[in-house]
C-alpha cells in the first residue's frame, strides 16, 4: 500500500526515458532541498534518477 505522493516503488519495472532501457527501483528518497523523489536502479546502483527521468514500463 502507497502512503507517499511517490510515483514509483520498490520492486515496480520502469523506463529510463532517455534511453528507453527497462529497469527495476531498488532505492526511492525524498530530496528535502528539492522538493522531489530520487531513485537507484538495480542496474545503475551508483547513479540516481528523478522521477521526470523515468515513465511506467
Same mark, same amino acid.
Given at each position: 500500500m502507497k502512503n /507517499?505522493? &511517490?510515483?514509483f516503488d520498490n520492486g =515496480? /519495472?520502469? &523506463?529510463?526515458q532517455k534511453?528507453? =532501457?527497462?529497469?527495476?527501483?531498488s532505492k526511492w528518497q525524498y530530496v528535502k532541498h528539492m522538493k522531489k523523489?530520487?531513485?537507484i536502479v538495480?542496474?545503475?546502483?551508483?547513479?540516481?534518477?528523478?522521477?521526470?527521468e523515468l515513465k511506467k514500463a
Open positions: /507517499t505522493n &511517490n510515483l =515496480e /519495472t520502469v &523506463n529510463i534511453t528507453g =532501457e527497462l529497469v527495476t527501483i523523489y530520487s531513485y538495480n542496474e545503475h546502483p551508483s547513479t540516481f534518477f528523478f522521477e521526470e
